[in-house]
């Protein structure tokens, strides 16, 4: 599994159970460092054991529990078609894993519902973006984040524009037809290169015709990503891909020229110059949301009435910060929250339950910094009502 979906992050979260286990590693590509990746897993499932073994799980359950993550330890195959970072999840009824454009620290969590907080740039505050790349020779998809690309092969989505466009040359030349008085002469269209002279409205006609078949590929691999896209190619057909595209945030800006003379990390770089202003608008506007929330008696930084409120489907806007927890649980029946410095039995992370519940609930979250927002607490939420 490479991409993942709303839909799917929505699947992962509503699983709910006493041993769901989520698991966290950096991972290398076509390096000598990717020798040490297997060896990484290995330890975090028998820190995973642990933790397991410590709830009270037999050893047979604990085997039957990971064993599926245990079998990609030893597939080579596996370990040389990764991203950035890997992330593997894990309960009685479920094994995911999914290979993904983020810089992950490495992480076990065991607790009553999958630990996503991790995942949660991918759908908002700058985390990722697509650029797709078109020329007469190839088309490429890449997935992007400031910091990393990966070549995506969908394969739903034509290979080349020239696969589209070739035309056959064809001399002037004469047909008689037999039947009519003295015969009938008629002289055939010569087509020459590519939408030049009066074959200019056909040229733009099978480009567009193209370039909905990309869109009609790209519908099936994108769908539930909300993440940007970028258009890189000759200035001329932007435009016209603009015209064919149905993804809802493909960019107004592209990378311009022939993307062919680039590597995938050339125009990941270009495209991140367009990108960034992108995700530094989208971040100021929530801040400027939550200020204004602030004004208006809307907003809160209490953990525990951001908790409260996320279960409650209140909370529309909620800003987390990334590498750290804080354990503790929520009582459904009493709506009582309890903090503790460590974890203790039935603990949980409760920023990830925060930003869980917001998801659930069709709300925005930005896993960030708090340096990123100038916002100084570990949960700020705008409430709904």
């Not at 989520?22 to 060896?39: A, E, I, N, V």
Request: glycine share 10%; with cysteine.
């Amino acid at each position: 599994m490479n991409l993942l979906s709303r839909d799917e992050l929505q699947s992962l979260i509503s699983e709910q159970g006493n041993t769901c286990v989520s698991l966290f590693m950096p991972t290398h590509r076509f390096t000598t460092d990717t020798q040490q990746d297997p060896t990484r897993l290995k330890n975090l499932l028998r820190d995973a054991e642990g933790q397991l073994q410590a709830k009270g799980l037999q050893l047979s359950e604990v085997d039957r529990l990971l064993t599926p993550a245990r079998k990609l330890v030893k597939q080579p195959l596996f370990w040389r078609g990764q991203s950035t970072g890997l992330a593997l999840f894990l309960s009685p009824e479920t094994f995911r894993y999914y290979r993904l454009p983020l810089e992950f620290e490495v992480l076990v969590v065991v607790g009553g519902s999958f630990h996503v907080k991790p995942l949660v740039k991918l759908f908002t505050g700058g985390g990722r973006f697509f650029v797709l790349a078109v020329s007469q020779n190839q088309v490429r998809l890449l997935d992007c984040t400031p910091y990393s690309v990966r070549k995506l092969a969908p394969k739903d989505v034509p290979h080349s524009l020239n696969e589209a466009l070739r035309f056959n040359e064809e001399e002037k030349h004469l047909e008689f037809h037999a039947g009519s008085p003295g015969g009938r002469i008629r002289q055939s269209t010569v087509i020459q290169g590519q939408g030049i002279g009066s074959n200019a409205s056909k040229h733009r006609k099978d480009i567009l015709e193209y370039f909905k078949k990309i869109d009609r590929g790209l519908q099936k691999l994108l769908k539930g990503q909300h993440a940007p896209l970028v258009f890189a190619g000759v200035e001329y057909l932007l435009p016209l891909y603009k015209e064919a595209n149905r993804y809802p945030r493909l960019l107004e800006k592209g990378v311009s020229g022939s993307p062919d003379r680039q590597s995938a990390r050339e125009l990941q770089k270009q495209a991140w110059t367009i990108v960034q202003p992108y995700f530094r608008r989208e971040l100021h506007e929530a801040v400027g949301r939550y200020e204004r929330a602030v004004s208006a008696g809307r907003a809160s930084t209490d953990t525990r009435a951001i908790v409260r409120g996320a279960y409650g489907g209140r909370v529309g806007l909620l800003f987390v910060t990334v590498g750290r927890q804080r354990w503790g649980h929520f009582d459904r029946q009493t709506q009582g929250v309890h903090l503790g410095e460590n974890p203790a039995a039935g603990d949980g992370d409760l920023l990830n339950f925060a930003a869980v519940h917001t998801l659930l609930h069709r709300g925005t979250v930005y896993a960030q910094e708090p340096k990123n927002t100038g916002l100084d607490a570990e949960l700020a939420a705008v409430l709904r009502y």
